[in-house]
């Protein structure tokens, strides 16, 4: 019986472990490019006890903005996250507060006081949550809260919680043709397989998204090394991405 040698994924030709234009948090940790201001802003509300609110469509890097301050605030020891679109039910801040201990919170029903909250997909909550959220805040279990969605006009805020907001309401922009090569050099870094202005033409075709840029760059990337190709042409980038073909290159 012949032995067949199990095929080589793509992007082990060009030497990663992993793929440089994966979309999951947990394989690639990005920078928010392009985000500086937005993040400082959010940070110091945060640091400072407020509300914030961040808005930005799917894909646009809002995981990655809650990572950052995940990471800014130490993390599991300072931090509740909970995603709303895993609501069936009214929000319950004491389970979330419970589980950051394990198995140990649950039973004896352990509650740490001054956490900040961070809530995802924010539009899946009632007006009934948020009043909730701020009877929490009055005891004193969360210091600062950071809502985030997709649309703010889909928030069901009560009056009160709007006044508690204010102005803290950051949207997370999408990325600039610039940004966009930055993010892409950050994960391959300079190998010759594709060139800035190539990149440049892969973010003209569809840029509403840093991830729907990145799975085109994946794309174009993986058909130019399975053709045995050295270097990403314009027939390269029509070839795998088809849905493009009407578009001048």
Same mark, same amino acid.
């Given at each position: ?27 690639? !940790? ?22 914030? *609110? ?10 990655? #903005? ?6 800014? #605030?130490?993390?599991?020891?300072? *931090? ?11 929000? !319950? ?60 006009? +889909? ?69 130019? *090394? ?22 001048? +290159?």
């Amino acid at each position: 019986m012949i032995e067949r040698k199990p095929k080589v994924i793509w992007y082990s030709h060009l030497g990663f472990k992993h793929n440089p234009f994966s979309i999951k948090p947990a394989i690639v !940790n990005d920078k928010l490019i392009g985000q500086a201001e937005t993040v400082d802003a959010v940070q110091e509300v945060v640091r400072k006890g407020g509300f914030s *609110v961040i808005v930005g469509q799917y894909g646009v890097g809002k995981t990655t #903005f809650l990572k950052s301050v995940f990471r800014r #605030f130490s993390g599991r020891r300072k *931090v509740v996250y909970f995603s709303c679109n895993r609501l069936v039910g009214p929000l !319950n801040l004491d389970k979330l507060l419970h589980e950051r201990f394990g198995v140990v919170g649950k039973l004896f029903k352990i509650k740490s006081k001054n956490m900040i909250l961070l809530l995802d997909e924010a539009e899946n909550m009632t007006s009934k949550d948020f009043t909730a959220v701020l009877k929490y805040v009055k005891e004193e279990y969360f210091k600062s809260v950071v809502f985030v969605t997709h649309d703010r006009k +889909l928030l069901k805020m009560t009056k009160t919680m709007l006044r508690k907001v204010g102005d803290n309401i950051h949207d997370v922009s999408v990325l600039s043709k610039d940004d966009a090569i930055v993010l892409v050099r950050n994960r391959i870094g300079d190998i010759k397989l594709i060139s800035n202005a190539t990149i440049g033409k892969i973010y003209g075709m569809c840029s509403e998204s840093p991830r729907t840029f990145l799975k085109n760059c994946e794309d174009v990337c993986r058909h130019v *090394v399975d053709n045995g190709h050295k270097r990403v042409t314009k027939r390269n980038i029509r070839e795998a991405l088809r849905r493009y073909m009407d578009l001048d +290159l």
